[in-house]
Nanobody
Framework: QVQLVESGGGLVQAGGSLRLSCAASGGAFSNYALGWFRQGPGKERVFVARISQGGGRTYYADSVKGRFTISRDNAKNTAYLQMNSLKPEDTAVYYC???????????????????RGQGTQVTVSS
């Protein structure tokens, strides 16, 4: 059983930056690919980014490509999402999720991830 705890959310002006963290416990962190999802008010949860177990493969939603960077530190059991050039439409609750599969083709599906954190709120003001 893997527990995930997100942190680093907050209120930021448009154009600003935030770094989210996802701390894991209770399992072999390096065995899991990590994904970030977000859910805006009244919207479905959508894929943001994913990083493979060793960090060698990363994927991004088109809406964040070039602005967000996903990374991980397996020694610290922590994954990160660096968010730059934030826009009001980035406002959402951000969740990290863990997937034990080596395959990435279902990376955009929340149901592909066995574990998920409680989320952290990101609000971008215009």
């Amino acid at each position: 059983q893997v527990q995930l705890v997100e942190s680093g959310g907050g209120l930021v002006q448009a154009g600003g930056s935030l770094r989210l963290s996802c701390a894991a416990s209770g399992g072999a962190f390096s065995n899991y690919a990590l994904g970030w999802f977000r859910q805006g008010p009244g919207k479905e949860r959508v894929f943001v980014a994913r990083i493979s177990q060793g960090g060698g493969r990363t994927y991004y939603a088109d809406s964040v490509k070039g602005r967000f960077t996903i990374s991980r530190d397996n020694a610290k059991n922590t994954a990160y999402l660096q968010m730059n050039s934030l826009k009001p439409e980035d406002t959402a609750v951000y969740y990290c999720a863990a997937d034990g599969s080596q395959y990435d083709y279902n990376r955009h599906l929340p149901g592909s991830y066995a574990y998920r954190g409680q989320g952290t709120q990101v609000t971008v003001s215009s």
